[in-house]
């Protein structure tokens, strides 16, 4: 009898074991879950305007703005958290969003060209920053003007010759009627000794507005290599030129001269 009460302690201990350890070392407890601590939601920019805050031009991230313009951002936040704007990573203003979130913010363009991201951050209370909402001007004081030109010698009973005009920037034409009259742009030869001749009987803009191209006359027109060529465009404001920025043609500037390639 005591044999049996051995062996089946023997053999109890031996399961126990093998299943459980029986009271062994237990294994690694799994480690804790960290508790996060949410963020406050980012800012939204919901319209900026440029020069009023009611009936400006509304701008897109990355639009031009001319120099000393006030541009107005609108946007909403969560409830009366502190809005922080940054310049290029700087901290160089703050606002409140109003309890129902709405919040507005000032900032003039100055007179230095270039391009400024700006970026609002949103804190509510004990939150957490929130992520930054990025919106970048570009400030552009430069008016538009003729830069240059580019024309190539047109081969004997070829096409009309034509001579391309470059702006400095994309162009907006207000009154295009009266910007693409061939009386508005004439054609000078300047040191011609092939006996280029030229007369504008058509005026293109071009599909990204920096440049137009003029077509001579197919019958008497020809433009022969080496000649020097002027080009003089006879702006008025009521054409309405000006860059996307605003800024209006530069009149002073509205003669482009170059050499016939072959």
């Not at 459980?20 to 319209?47: D, L």
Request: negative net charge; proline residues 8%.
């Amino acid at each position: 009898m005591r044999r049996k009460w051995f062996l089946f302690l023997v053999f109890s201990v031996l399961l126990c074991v093998v299943l459980v350890g029986c009271g062994g070392t237990p294994g690694p407890s799994p480690a804790p879950t960290p508790i996060s601590t949410p963020g406050t939601a980012a800012p939204s920019i919901t319209i900026v305007r440029e020069g009023s805050p009611v009936t400006g031009r509304i701008l897109q991230s990355g639009d031009p703005v001319r120099f000393s313009q006030n541009v107005y951002f609108q946007g909403t936040a969560p409830s009366s958290a502190v809005i922080k704007v940054y310049l290029d990573g700087t901290v160089i203003d703050q606002t409140s969003a109003l309890p129902s979130g709405e919040f507005t913010w000032t900032w003039n363009s100055g007179t230095t060209e270039g391009t400024y991201n700006l970026s609002f951050t949103a804190t509510q209370g004990s939150l957490p920053e929130s992520s930054r909402t990025p919106f970048t001007i570009v400030v552009d004081g430069t008016g538009p003007y003729l830069h240059s030109l580019s024309a190539k010698a047109d081969a004997p009973l070829g096409n009309a010759p034509t001579i391309v005009v470059y702006f400095n920037e994309e162009i907006v034409v207000g009154d295009m009627n009266v910007f693409t009259l061939p009386a508005v742009w004439s054609v000078t030869c300047l040191i011609c000794p092939g006996g280029s001749t030229f007369h504008v009987t058509q005026v293109a803009l071009s599909a990204d507005r920096k440049s137009v191209t003029l077509t001579g006359n197919w019958m008497t027109d020809r433009l022969i290599a080496g000649d020097q060529i002027q080009v003089f465009f006879a702006y008025a404001p009521l054409m309405g030129v000006t860059d996307k920025a605003g800024n209006p043609f530069n009149a002073a500037l509205n003669v482009a001269t170059g050499v016939v390639t072959p």
